[in-house]
């Protein structure tokens, strides 16, 4: 995955929380066995902390001067992308959003922009706040992306999928999500229901295949200010490292990974196999009518 190297990078569609405090936080999601819990509930990389059911009301972040990691400083151009995690964590929003504003232009609708927060162990979101261990998520209160990078080094270390293109489909997976909520299909996963065919499962597999027709376009999307491909260059390697994370976080895994048995019944994401197929299916047909994992 490589970016072009003298294009600008759009930090105004980041938000740099990280060394942050979230005063009077009463997240009950955390580290240690609880955040084992919310591995086997299949909370990763989802929809807003709500679903775990996480106090919601608190205060927004409140700066610190530990918060020394501002990707305004270090996130210029295409080359701090291609050097550093949260460049290149900002250019594949740019990216994907330069896309979906593209696409919804093409059919005559108007894309709404979504800022995807950086944090790090903590923060306060519309939907409650929550802590690192939810993993990645989208929020449709605030319409926001919520995002600690220490979650790629749990999907390399713990889950065994690495590649630059792992940490992009995880983005534009949430971005997937964002797309559901301004189309009014993300409130069909809140009915409370799991288990292989459940909703919840489907929204989530329709956010793997709206992540995989953002890869099929990302080279050939041109950014709003250059008129260029931010994202230059995808290769099969690349394609194959997000078909490997989009497995490694597949209900199956997770459960005979930390529960040593597979429970289908309490699926929320979708199978292994489910979830490669659904962001192959984006990837091969570049069509979001194709990703109608409801019919």
Not at 5 to 32: C, F, I, N, Q, Y
Not at 119 to 132: E, L
Not at 183 to 205: F, I
Request: with cysteine; glycine share 12%.
């Amino acid at each position: 995955m490589q970016f072009d190297d003298d294009a600008d990078l759009d930090t105004s569609e980041v938000k740099d929380v990280r060394g942050s405090r979230v005063p009077g936080g009463k997240a009950t999601v955390g580290g240690g066995i609880v955040g084992f819990i919310a591995l086997i509930l299949g909370v990763l990389f989802g929809v807003g902390p709500e679903q775990l059911g996480l106090s919601s009301g608190d205060p927004a972040p409140v700066a610190t001067a530990s918060s020394l990691a501002q990707v305004e400083q270090t996130c210029r151009t295409g080359a701090d992308a291609n050097t550093r995690e949260d460049c290149r964590t900002v250019a594949v929003v740019n990216s994907v959003q330069d896309f979906w504003r593209s696409e919804y232009a093409r059919r005559g609708g108007r894309y709404g922009d979504a800022r995807t927060v950086m944090f790090s162990d903590r923060v306060a979101t519309a939907c409650g706040s929550a802590t690192s261990a939810v993993g990645p998520f989208y929020c449709p209160g605030d319409r926001q992306v919520y995002l600690d990078l220490g979650f790629f080094d749990e999907l390399r270390n713990t889950f065994g999928s690495s590649g630059d293109f792992a940490q992009a489909y995880v983005v534009a997976h949430e971005y997937g999500h964002h797309i559901q909520n301004m189309m009014g299909t993300l409130a069909r996963s809140q009915d409370g229901r799991t288990g292989a065919g459940s909703n919840a499962v489907r929204v989530e597999l329709q956010a793997d295949c709206y992540a995989g027709v953002w890869a099929r376009h990302a080279t050939t999307t041109p950014d709003e200010k250059t008129g260029r491909p931010l994202l230059t260059q995808l290769t099969d390697q690349d394609i194959r490292d997000g078909m490997e994370a989009a497995a490694a976080v597949g209900d199956d895994r997770i459960q005979e990974k930390f529960q040593g048995r597979v429970t289908p019944e309490n699926w929320t994401h979708g199978s292994a196999a489910q979830r490669q197929q659904w962001f192959y299916t984006g990837y091969t047909s570049g069509d979001m009518a194709r990703c109608n994992t409801f019919r």
